[in-house]
């Protein structure tokens, strides 16, 4: 009996490759990209696609560039033998595009898999056999012998098929299913049989196919079994070689960049990741995963947005909102450090003349997949300073001094404390409107002001100011506008302050933008209050961020 649940699981034994070489290399280009969403990814839905979702699934796939898309297994059930027809006699098939089916290694099947490809200009036939012990035992009860000649024959026939119909460019794909967990020369053996039926070429095209169909160990080992695989296999330079990982164990990516760097040519998946059980490899990740690397993937993902919304419909599934790059929380950050250093970051690369993207946190710029920068930072009770004075630069063009980051991001925390949720950004404007004042229902409003120079070399300040008991007149002199009205204030009010931090900023390049101007007052027992004006005047900005700052009694 056992004593721990987990002895009754065997580890699956590493291949021996001591000299393996894929360590030290480094991805340099993209693969070719296979995607298998309209088969692979439709059959593992609760709800098959009709014909209606995968043609708007591919016409997808073909903006985003794919030129090799696995539309279905015809032999399998009508429907998918009608899109295959369709597609073709509607001629929606673009001539640099490639169309996949998949067989099994049967007869009956087969030819019912050329049937649907009746006129089809250019075509991949893939077969398929399990190859691994556990399915020669359990599942087929064949010997290694029986399985190689069920490959053949099947090849064979594949073969014949396409010369009796030499107006279509053929290709041959051949997968040893369960190829993770065979014995590596018995996968040897029976591709090397497979291609001798074949006899690959350039004019007869055939890519092999060595797939994760169930993860059953770590990347680096499917890394190792697939360069094992690149450095026996006779014809190596007259076939391509393509690997299908799935997620089984949730490294399906890091199998699929490994394998590459073990040699293989072609990767094989879906977007998002869709597939049975856990799914397959995910090729959006993978592509950007290149392209932040200053990879060219080759296929177009700038509408991500778009591509996320079409994907949902067509699969009915939802993209989590962490997924990579795509989900709608992939580039936000919450974390106050976080939010500090992509804002500063991004200041940074304001101020400077470089096209190269060094942003902390973000491994690629959102604006180059469609996305905007306002979801970048968001604020809750984990945001600091940067996260809130981050939003209102970027919405309202607002550069908070630092004192006023500080004073805000401490009535921020307060109340996203108080109401246990994340603040939008309409209740942050409404919050800094109703701390600072830069509107038109400010406690005090100016009206209207003008100064005069005095022989002494003072100004002196007339102005009128509407206040909730009504206008009020308001005289003082200085040595600049500032001291003057705070002088006029003192004596009307009677109150005790000093200007402690001034700043301000046009709202925008041109001369006829408004200005931002930003006060603080310290009042008695060392109480600090800021007041914000904005205005197109920059003198009755600065003239209304002191009013603001004045408490309103």
């Known amino acids: 009996m056992l004593t721990n649940p987990s002895q009754k699981y065997l580890a699956h034994a590493p291949i021996q490759l001591p000299d393996r070489q894929w360590p030290d290399r480094t991805l340099t280009h993209a693969p070719r990209w296979l995607s298998t969403d309209l ?26 560039g794919f030129k090799e898309i696995e539309v279905a297994f015809p032999a399998a059930s009508e429907t998918d033998f009608q899109f295959v027809r369709q597609l073709i006699e509607e001629n ?46 359990l599942v087929f009860r064949q010997s290694k012998e029986e399985i190689v000649q069920l490959a053949v024959t099947a090849t064979r026939q594949v073969r014949a098929l396409c010369e009796a119909n030499p107006q279509t460019r053929w290709r041959y794909e051949y997968s040893p299913e369960t190829f993770c967990f065979t014995e590596p020369d018995f996968a040897l053996q029976i591709c090397e049989a497979v291609a001798d039926v074949w006899e690959p070429s350039p004019d007869r095209p055939m890519i092999i196919n060595l797939p994760a169909t169930v993860e059953v160990n770590t990347p680096n080992v499917y890394a190792d079994q697939i360069e094992y695989f690149c450095r026996h296999f006779s014809r190596r330079d007259a076939v391509c070689i393509s690997v299908h990982p799935h997620n089984d164990r949730g490294s399906g990516v890091a199998s699929a960049e490994l394998a590459i760097l073990a040699g293989a040519d072609r990767v094989e998946g879906c977007l998002f990741g869709n597939g049975e059980r856990t799914g397959n490899v995910c090729l959006v990740t993978l ?93 809750n009770s ?51 409107r109703t701390l600072y004042g830069p509107h038109q229902t400010a406690p005090r409003q100016l009206l209207d002001y003008r100064t005069e120079s005095q022989a002494d070399g003072s100004l002196r300040l007339w102005a009128h100011v509407q206040t909730h008991g009504g206008v009020i007149a308001l005289q003082g002199k200085g040595n600049g506008l500032l001291s003057a009205a705070a002088d006029a204030l003192k004596s009307r009010f009677n109150l005790v302050f000093s200007i402690e931090d001034y700043h301000e900023h046009t709202l925008g390049r041109h001369s006829e933008s408004r200005s931002a101007a930003y006060i603080r007052c310290t009042f008695r027992e060392g109480v600090s209050r800021w007041g914000t004006g904005i205005d197109n005047d920059v003198s009755r900005a600065s003239l209304q961020a002191l009013l603001n700052a004045l408490p309103e009694g």
């Open 287 to 379: 592509a950007m995963n290149l392209y932040s690397q200053g990879i060219s993937p080759q296929l177009d993902f700038s509408d991500m947005k778009q591509v996320v919304e079409l994907v949902e419909q067509c699969n009915q599934l939802p993209v989590h909102p962490r997924h990579p790059y795509a989900g709608n929380l992939a580039f936000t950050a919450f974390s106050g450090s976080h939010q500090d250093a992509i804002k500063k970051g991004f200041t940074a690369r304001g101020e400077s003349s470089s096209a190269r993207w060094e942003m902390p946190y973000l491994p690629v710029d959102p604006n180059d997949i469609g996305c905007s920068y306002e979801a970048v930072i968001r604020v």
């Open 92 to 137: 929606r098939i673009p001539e640099d595009v490639t169309i996949q089916v998949l067989t099994q290694a049967r007869s009956d099947l087969i030819e019912r898999t050329f049937a649907s490809l009746a006129g089809v200009h250019s075509a991949t036939v893939h077969l398929y056999n399990a190859t691994a012990p556990l399915f020669r035992r």
């Open 39 to 64: 088969r692979d990814g439709n059959q593992a839905l609760a709800e098959p696609m009709d014909a209606a979702r995968k043609l708007r699934f591919w016409d997808l796939l073909l903006k985003c």
């Open 382 to 432: 984990q945001s600091g300073k940067s996260g809130a004075a981050w939003m209102l630069e970027q919405n309202h063009g607002l550069v908070l001094p630092r004192g006023l980051q500080q004073d805000f991001s401490r009535h921020v925390q307060a109340q996203t404390d108080r109401e246990g949720n994340e603040m939008t950004l309409s209740a942050l404007w409404q919050l800094f």
